[in-house]
């Protein structure tokens, strides 16, 4: 079997095999970080290393924020897309005036980050989906939570063991980097290789990640969940619920609610955010596990792409838990484009009306023929 994923993430450096460093509890209202610096660099793409992890930037202003030190797995934010617009909410790392309370929920979506609800290897199981936080702990650890909320017992971690490559030029930026998924007992239970490049071309500023995960100590399974995959929170004034014209639409046709849980190609997001039209264009490679993907997507905000999920979509499909015996990898591919405009047509047809479209169905199509690490 084969299947792969593509992100990139950074944790502070700490030795990792069968058991994990141990992490300093923090109070539940210390989310937000500090700002990150401005890179030096002001041609082309670079990357700098900092006490949270790493940054890109193009062209001397930050691009992407590698957020490695905050909670039980990694992280991207910020993500800044075309016109310097911010492309993720921005709860629960920083609070913000334009940001109502009613999309001040679900603490684990934080920016752009992967991780899934239930995995088990051995007698082991750990959820790296949720954080403490989610059940009421504290950010870096279950306090005593578990007395309120048994849940957070199974809290794992996805810890970054080392950096394979950080290499920047005038055309892209790329971090590769091995990390190891734990249980809440700190033993290892699989290993990942992380490839992430960022890119800008004419339809907009893209990342693509290319993941491979490995059962490394032993046969793991990814139970059907629908809480797991490759996932970004949209910015607020984006999410469809809150009735400022954002929109969702997938290569199938299906619109905003219509598009969660079914199969398709791509699937774009997308809306006003300071006063322009804006979207994530987000792409599933035909080598990738269960090509074409289902989706993940909510009017709310949450927008991911879960392979792992069948049943826990519709309970007329099979249980879609996936087994990987000892040694054999699982790889994914995704492809992420923060654009302007929004996308108006599928196969031909006009979807959505309005001037500055985006062919997303042409960006795919490109993207298809690319041979994934």
């Not at 924020?65 to 909670?71: E, L, M, T």
């Not at 934010?77 to 334009?98: L, N």
């Not at 309120?148 to 809290?155: A, E, F, G």
């Given at each position: 079997m084969k299947i792969r994923f593509a992100f990139v993430f950074i944790l502070l450096a700490c030795s990792v095999t069968p058991s994990?460093?141990?992490?300093?509890?923090?109070?539940?209202?210390?989310?937000?970080?500090?700002?990150?610096?401005?890179?030096?660099?002001?041609?082309?793409?670079?990357?700098?290393?900092?006490?949270?992890?790493?940054?890109?930037?193009?062209?001397?202003?930050?691009?992407?924020?590698?957020?490695?030190?905050?909670?039980?797995?990694?992280?991207?934010?910020?993500?800044?897309?075309?016109?310097?617009?911010?492309?993720?909410?921005?709860?629960?790392?920083?609070?913000?005036?334009?940001?109502?309370?009613?999309?001040?929920?679900?603490?684990?979506?934080?920016?752009?980050?992967?991780?899934?609800?239930?995995?088990?290897?051995?007698?082991?199981?750990?959820?790296?989906?949720?954080?403490?936080?989610?059940?009421?702990?504290?950010?870096?650890?279950?306090?005593?939570?578990?007395?309120?909320?048994?849940?957070?017992?199974?809290?794992?971690?996805?810890?970054?063991?080392?950096?394979?490559?950080?290499?920047?030029?005038?055309?892209?930026?790329?971090?590769?980097?091995?990390?190891?998924?734990?249980?809440?007992?700190?033993?290892?239970?699989?290993?990942?290789?992380?490839?992430?490049?960022?890119?800008?071309?004419p339809v907009g500023r893209i990342i693509d990640f290319d993941q491979v995960l490995t059962a490394s100590d032993g046969e793991v399974k990814f139970h059907d969940s629908k809480d797991a995959g490759l996932s970004i929170r949209v910015p607020a004034n984006m999410a469809v619920d809150s009735r400022k014209g954002g929109k969702i639409l997938n290569s199938e046709g299906d619109h905003d609610r219509d598009a969660w849980s079914q199969p398709a190609k791509w699937c774009d997001y997308f809306g006003i955010i300071d006063g322009e039209q804006a979207g994530i264009a987000f792409l599933n490679h035909p080598s990738s596990y269960r090509f074409p993907t289902r989706w993940h997507v909510r009017t709310y905000g949450l927008f991911t792409a879960n392979p792992f999920a069948m049943k826990s979509f519709d309970g007329a499909l099979r249980d879609g838990t996936t087994t990987l015996s000892p040694g054999e990898e699982l790889n994914l591919h995704h492809r992420l484009i923060f654009h302007s405009g929004h996308p108006g047509k599928v196969n031909g047809e006009t979807e959505v009306d309005g001037e500055n479209e985006v062919d997303i169905e042409k960006a795919w199509r490109q993207y298809s023929q690319t041979v994934r690490p």
């Open positions: 994990v460093c141990q992490e300093s509890q923090t109070t539940p209202q210390q989310l937000a970080s500090t700002e990150l610096p401005k890179p030096s660099q002001a041609d082309g793409f670079a990357i700098e290393q900092n006490e949270h992890g790493v940054t890109v930037s193009l062209n001397g202003e930050v691009f992407v924020g590698y957020r490695i030190d905050d909670v039980n797995k990694p992280y991207l934010w910020p993500i800044v897309g075309p016109g310097g617009k911010d492309m993720t909410r921005t709860y629960p790392m920083k609070d913000v005036d334009h940001e109502p309370d009613n999309q001040r929920d679900h603490p684990h979506h934080r920016g752009m980050t992967f991780g899934h609800e239930h995995v088990v290897s051995g007698t082991q199981q750990a959820d790296t989906w949720h954080e403490w936080i989610t059940f009421g702990g504290q950010q870096k650890g279950p306090g005593n939570a578990p007395s309120v909320n048994p849940r957070i017992k199974h809290i794992g971690k996805i810890v970054h063991r080392e950096f394979t490559t950080l290499s920047a030029d005038p055309n892209q930026a790329v971090v590769e980097e091995i990390l190891d998924h734990v249980s809440p007992s700190g033993n290892r239970m699989l290993t990942e290789v992380r490839r992430i490049t960022f890119r800008v071309e």
